[in-house]
């Protein structure tokens, strides 16, 4: 079996270092906490002095810390451990920072695979964990496996290096709206006294069709074809003014509601107003002067 290294042993870190020695895999670990890895060192695991000495150890390093500026401090202090190594970076940030560090580990000599964990740490190794990875086929090829047991779940978005940062921008963002649309209807049924564990069960209950209707979003915008709308943006504006109004007048806070309420009222008024929600994109295209 691969001798492979992990690097961070946070909750997620030490789901991975976990999963990989019981699939059998020599496991060599380092944490500036060196506490953290004494479970892991009880199943079997090496603890390594410094980051350079676990990236020396092995050929393939995990590397799972807060975020892509810790993990360049950490390979900086382990720059002359890099060379003929693969490293897949797990930890969270931006496609810029992919770039930055993949950039910085060629030239070191260093094969370089970005990645993003979509799942909870309980979920690594189960079916449904899920990971989502960018860089150089041949690099992947070479972490596949590994990814594998980690989660089943397993996908190359791109060779790209910071794709799979961006995808994972592009679900935080979606989930964002999401959270805070149900907190904000949380708040509307605290003001009118009704039980919001059952509103929020609702919610749930309704994920099926907002599923539909971003999978209806996605085609609309590949196919840049605005102009048959199920509700137009004139009509979802008209809606989520309402709650902008509610807020207003129930005394909660107001302001989830007004920044979506500028935003439609805006696209309005741009002309929009008649074609798919969708449309709404080409407002917030606009921002960056984006092409519509």
């Known amino acids: 079996m691969r001798h492979l290294s992990v690097i961070g042993l946070g909750a997620m870190g030490s789901a991975l270092a976990t999963t990989l020695i019981k699939a059998g895999h020599p496991v060599t670990v380092w944490n500036r906490s060196a506490a953290k890895a004494a479970p892991l060192q009880a199943l079997g695991a090496t603890l390594a002095p410094s980051a350079g000495a676990a990236i020396a150890a092995s050929d393939i390093t995990l590397v799972c810390v807060d975020n892509y500026a810790v993990s360049q401090q950490l390979l900086d202090e382990a720059s002359d451990a890099v060379a003929g190594k693969l490293l897949v970076l797990l930890s969270t940030g931006s496609p810029q920072g992919a770039r930055a ?3 910085w580990s060629h030239a070191r000599g260093a094969r370089y695979i970005d990645g993003a964990i979509l799942c909870f740490p309980d979920q690594i190794g189960t079916s449904d964990a899920s990971i989502i990875c960018s860089g150089a086929s041949a690099a992947f090829s070479e972490a596949e ?3 594998r047991l980690l989660a089943p779940t397993l996908d190359h978005v791109a060779e ?3 794709a799979a940062a961006a995808q994972d921008c592009a679900v935080a963002a979606y989930f964002a709206g999401g959270l805070l649309g149900a907190l904000h209807g949380a708040l509307i049924c605290e003001a009118e006294g009704l039980p919001v564990a059952k509103v929020c069960a609702q919610f749930s209950e309704l994920s099926p069709i907002l599923g539909g209707d971003v999978a209806h979003l996605g085609k609309t915008l590949a ?3 605005f102009d048959h709308p199920y509700a137009s943006l004139k009509t979802w504006s008209a809606a989520i003014s309402r709650l902008a109004g509610h807020a207003t007048d129930a005394g909660i806070d107001s302001r989830f509601p007004r920044f979506a309420a500028d935003l439609f009222e805006e696209g309005v008024a741009q002309g929009f ?5 969708s449309a709404l994109i080409k407002v917030l295209r606009a921002r960056n002067g984006a092409a519509q």
């Open 101 to 103: 560090l993949e950039s």
């Open 160 to 162: 790209a290096v910071g």
């Open 223 to 225: 196919s840049g074809d």
């Open 145 to 147: 496996p590994v990814l």
């Open 273 to 277: 107003g008649q074609q798919e929600v």
